[in-house]
């Protein structure tokens, strides 16, 4: 896959807020309150989007992708303390009232979430969920006008038979024609900023670039800006301009699906670029990185990254560095030697492995991890399905009231 | 399980990463569903009151110097220092009677509790494990045995069997084995087709052993979930059936049996009608608790997640 | 849908065949009722009086007979001879029936209009202390014997009336005996006083026990991603309770409601021993303090049926509720 081939300008982010900018997350952070302590999920993020433009945040699990666009939506749970600021269209949203952000969620900016098979309320139409939206943003659309615009919705992202499948239940629907919807449902108002978080993760490998043409018909017709989530690379370099990458609740690294691509600057970065099998280049190795992502409650000081990094020397043990410019154009990093990167391959950082039966191992294990994140569901829920499941968990539940037979009354 | 970590060649091959944020302490299953359990704070309260009312009622009246059985001369007294829980119109000990009352429904609860535990787990597993025939029919079984009406039943068999607490207890115990048949057999439904169980069988491992080795012992949350209702629905049952004359009777009293007896006294002799009832009360929430602590410290996903 | 109703109705015909064989059998080796009235008749009756006594009840026939006679009587409408002299059996089941059925619905609704009240704000607001104030109800309303409760309640029914000098609140029967002026409100009047402590008696362990049930089924809606996404569409937090979450959360609850409602409709035993309601509950205990087979065969048939009906209107429920519920 080549970097640009939709043809985005890559332009460089503008050191100030323009007109243009439509989102504004300036130095995020999110604490969960948990029995062991505060977890630190967010620490510390920062971007900007301009109108129309696409940024993709790419990461590993628990890197806080997910959490930075609950918090950017106000969709936390209550418990969650979110500091720093979040400006739509320069007006800031962290403190608004519920009512006053259920305004702007929606119609100004949307999301679509990682698992289609759970994102759509089984109980009411597809038709219904998107005229709901419709109808909550434009109170004077009549009833006709919503269930016409919600039909138009489906066929512009690509559901055959948009007038029958309307009145479709989401359960009838395939994983990737309910992902579908989901994007009818965040185009729905023209919004200025759609945030999609793994939409492909959890669909098959066949359905994920058909969905992610549907999001980019999205976004052509409403112009929004999109931020996407994901741990893929390769769907970052097809359908934004701009990558950051997170690691432990931080961006540590941000510029260009080009810089970021062939100049990176951070030893992460590299490994996650290393551990990618890639069609444009000739290598025939893959360089994993060792270990997993560090807890985030009570983080020790130093770079979080420090404990997996080849490069790793007693200084990253001790400062976290910050994310600062290492080149012209606003390419980031956060790494003490960032310097040191210039040219350097994967291979040469982390240890490349063949295919002997001890690294296939490590990749199965790796993979299994992904896939813990990713929860395939099967594809289609029967009615049966769903019955005895409901049964079972009966079953497994025992009485839900702490006695058994009620005669004793 | 403890993650060693490849000592990935770093860029001359010098310093190898440290292990410091890969190793992680080893802690079986059982460790960590005791550590969830000691953390709920309810459920070890509950633990500890349970503990020493069992210990109370049956260790209780050896010591005590009055029995359930033996008249006093003082009628109709209410708690003092010589009574603690005060005495009946017909001068029995209260103190007494509620001891003997208490482990009179204990038995029976706990009797109860193992013995269609005992029976619905092995029952359930079987059938789990064979499936097909075996399975429709133990499960029909089971059916059957739901549809009977517990308290209608109970009330027969017991009019019959003249009221010793381990009928009462081997009745109701013969109609609730079925609700636990169905909550093992379910769980391992899905456990059998798990990896531990297809390797045991590759091994060579025999049926029995397939199913009281591994089936079994990787079901205890559900079963000791269960076993803490049965405890509670047993009590219930157990002192409603006294308290309608079907139950224990006397001269054995049981909880039921003295809440029955105080019910007319209530405004005249209220120490005879509430500390009964009160200790009824404690032993269900109690185990209630218990049960609920167990629940959330074996199924880690029903755990309250902080929202 | 009514295919499938059907076939569930024909599957259960065996199970309710077997069920009452096996209670058929328990109920006749429970007692002697012909002995009992041998002895316990002052002066003795004659040998001609107890064989008569003994050919009247079918107490000379084999059990397998005398269960095939039953059956085949009961489908024609005879319920067989009671130990009672001029008790039609069918006639006092449906007159306790009725009985049953007015308490039970009335304590029921008002169970269930309270829990889906609780359960819901107990949810909204978990680990507030409010709602650890209506779980820990919860478990003490569970823990609490009923027949305890229920005395209570009844000596507090008792005394508020000592203390207003009203008879408001009645506390034996479904109503007064007679009435001093005897008009149409005065009835319902009397009728609900007498219904007032009965059913709050009745209501508290389904109304303990739904709440939970509530609670827990709303939270797992609430942290649903359909949930979520609804928000995310900018629908407010109060319609997405009602039209997203309070939608779904209620389907099972729907169908546990049914078979409680069914389980209490055989016989609310200790609520009407203790209040005096002549129920199924009080015919239950005086069918088999008297050894009266066919009178507790009556019973146990009418309840069964009850039970096979609300798990067949449960199942229908959850599919009429649940669109991804279809029985072909």
Redesign the interface.
Known sequence: MTVGDKGYAQRPEPATPTEDTVLEVDGLQVAFPSEDGLVRAVRGVSYRLERGAGLGIVGESGSGKSVTALAVMGLLPAAAKVTGSVRYRGSELLGLSDTRLSDIRGSGIAMIFQDPMTSLNPVHTVGAQIIEGLLRHNPDMSKRAARDRAVELLGTVGIPHPDRRADSYPHELSGGMRQRVVIAIAMANDPAVIIADEPTTALDVTVQAQVLEALETAREETGAALVLITHDLGVVAGHTDRVAVMYAGRVVESGTVEELFYEPRMPYTLGLLGSMPRMDRDDDRLTPIAGSPPSLLNLPPGCPFAPRCPMREDRCDRDEPSLHVVDAGGHRSACHFADRLVGMEAGAVFEATGADNESLARLARSDSEASSEASFEASSETAAEATAESESANDMNGSTDGTYGKGSR | MTETTEATGAMDGERPPEEREFTVVERTQAQLVLRRFLRHRAAMISLVIFVLIVLWAFIGPHLWHYSYQKYTPDNSQPPSAKHPFGTNSAGYDSYAQVMRGTQTSLKVAILIALGSTFVGAVWGAVAGFYRGVVDAVMMRISDLVLTLPLLAIALVISSRTGGSWYWIALVIAGLTWAYVSRVVRSTVLSLREKEFVEAARALGASDARIIFRHLLPNSLGPIFVNATILVATGILTETALSFLGFGVQPPDTSLGLLVSQAQTAVDTRPWLFYIPGAFIIAIALTINFIGDGLRDAFDPRQQRVRQ | MLAYAVRRVLVSIP??I??TF??FL??V???DPVANFATSRNPAPSKAAVAAFARHLHADQPVVQRYWNWIVGVLHGQWGPSVEPNLDIGHDLLTRFRVTVVLVVASMLVALVLAVVFGVYSAVR??SASDYAITFAG??F???????FA??LK?AGI?LNQQTGSTFLGTIGDRSPYLDVNTFGNQVSDRIGHLILPVI??AL?SF???T??TR?SMLEVL???????????????GKVLT??AL??AL??LAT?TAL?VA??L??????E??FQWHGLGEM??QS??K?DVYR?MA??LL??AI?IVFNLIADLL?AV??????YD
Not at chain 3, 142 to 148: D, E, G, K, Y
Not at chain 3, 223 to 237: P, Q, T
């Open positions: 199970v309710l077997a069920s096996i209670v328990v109920v080796n429970a007692g978990q680990y478990f003490l569970l823990a609490m014997p009923v027949f305890w005395v209570l000596q005394w008696t009745l362990v303990a026990s739904w939970r049930y827990a942290g649903s991603d359909y949930v979520r996404l609804a928000r995310a569409k900018g629908i407010r937090r039209h997203h939608r779904t389907i099972p546990v409680d389980q209490l055989g016989g609310v035993v200790i609520t021993t203790i239950l205990v088999v303090s050894v507790t019973w146990l309840s069964a039970v959850y509720l649940d669109p991804r519920i279809r």
